[in-house]
């Protein structure tokens, strides 16, 4: 078996495999305050109740986008379980080529999305995921990475909102019903919703524009089938894309370390 963590801004998600099987998924907050040995404990006590012996696990692969948590979690894994520990940054030999001004600054998060998307789909795709942050990546017909866009998720827009705005309050997303807002919440829901919609919609075209071609897009993180709720041009979901791309990642790296 083995553990596969994906380390995010604000969670962390791990899956345990048995192969190509899913045993288990769980979700952490991301806090880094939190000590190795606070983590190391709650890994082991989520695991526990939903039925993974953590002594079995033989392999962990690591992808961060928090330098601090890297560390952490780093040390965490390597006091908790008795097996190799896969880091996935950049800099590893991952196979990918980065067709960008400064590969190294590339978020290992979009490699992987890069990774799971070709193993799912033939390329050229566009994956956009959506997470803390709300990102669109290019991924050419070579596999290669290509660049994207970066703009602030809907949960950063919608606490943005509430906490500048005295007179606005912070309501839990969901498609509304209309565009035109009757009211302050559906107004907020419109903007927020119906506007990272209207977003996707208006970089998807260009991207489409600059690449010359009707690329195909695939949807992950969170709050994708919300947003693809209210759009037509997300033509397919994979919830877990990274945690797959780390996964196919961990077994290049380990491959090339035996």
């Known amino acids: 078996m083995e553990l596969i963590l994906d380390i995010g801004n604000t969670n962390v998600v791990g899956a345990v495999f048995d192969g190509e099987r899913r045993l288990a998924t769980f979700r952490l907050q991301s806090n880094s305050s939190r000590t190795e040995d606070e983590y190391g404990l709650e890994v082991i006590s989520v695991l526990a109740a939903k039925g993974v012996n953590a002594r079995l696990i033989k392999r962990v692969v690591l992808g961060s986008v928090v330098p601090p948590l890297t560390s952490v979690f780093s040390l965490c894994c390597r006091a908790y379980f008795t097996c190799p520990v896969i880091i996935v940054t950049a800099e590893s030999e991952h196979g990918v080529t980065l ?30 995921d959506f997470g803390t942050a709300t990102t669109f990546d290019v991924v ?26 005295a007179l606005l309050q912070r309501t839990t997303l969901e498609k509304p019903a209309r565009a035109i807002g009757k009211n302050t919440r559906d107004s907020m829901l419109s903007g927020i919703v119906l506007g990272y919609a209207g977003l996707t919609e208006g970089l998807i075209g260009r991207f489409r524009q600059e690449l010359g071609a009707d690329v195909p897009v695939i949807g992950t993180g969170g709050l994708a089938p919300l947003v693809a709720s209210a759009t037509t041009v997300i033509d397919r979901i994979v919830p877990e894309l990274t945690l797959l791309g780390l996964r196919i990642l961990g077994e290049r790296l380990s491959r090339l370390t035996n």
């Open 140 to 165: 050419a017909a070579d596999g290669a990475y290509e660049g994207g866009a970066i703009s602030p998720g809907l949960v950063i827009a919608s606490d943005a909102l509430s906490s500048r705005a």
């Open 99 to 128: 067709r960008c001004d400064f590969p190294g600054s590339v978020g290992v998060d979009r490699i992987a999305n890069t990774v799971g998307a070709c193993s799912i789909q033939t390329p050229p795709l566009i994956v956009v």
